[in-house]
Nanobody, 126 residues
Framework: QVQPVESGGGSVQAGGSLRLSCAAS????????MGWYRQAPGKEREGVAL????????YYDDSVKGRFTISQDNAKNTVYLQMNNLKPDDTAMYYC???????????????????WGQGTQVTVSS
């Protein structure tokens, strides 16, 4: 059983940075893919970034390329999302998720992820 736990959300002004963390016990064995999704009020959940933990392969949504970086620390069973140059449109609840595998299309299919955290709120003011 994988239980992701997110932390690091908060409120920042546009142009600022935040780093989200996702600690997931057991993920190194049970999952090969960890990722971040977000959901703003009234909108569908959307993929932000994924990392194939076995090889460090990453996928990003076009809206965050060049601004967000997903990384992992296998010794700590933790995945990070470094978010730079934040924009008001980035405001959302951010969820960490895990699955046994993924590909770029998984960004568009949240239902393909098996394990979900409770979420952490990110608010960006203009």
């Amino acid at each position: 059983q994988v239980q992701p736990v997110e932390s690091g959300g908060g409120s920042v002004q546009a142009g600022g940075s935040l780093r989200l963390s996702c600690a997931a016990s057991g993920y190194s064995y049970y999952t090969a893919c960890m990722g971040w999704y977000r959901q703003a009020p009234g909108k569908e959940r959307e993929g932000v970034a994924l990392i194939y933990t076995a090889v460090g392969l990453t996928y990003y949504d076009d809206s965050v390329k060049g601004r967000f970086t997903i990384s992992q620390d296998n010794a700590k069973n933790t995945v990070y999302l470094q978010m730079n140059n934040l924009k008001p449109d980035d405001t959302a609840m951010y969820y960490c998720a895990g699955a046994r595998g993924c590909d770029p299309l998984t960004l568009r299919r949240p239902s393909a992820m098996s394990y979900w955290g409770q979420g952490t709120q990110v608010t960006v003011s203009s």
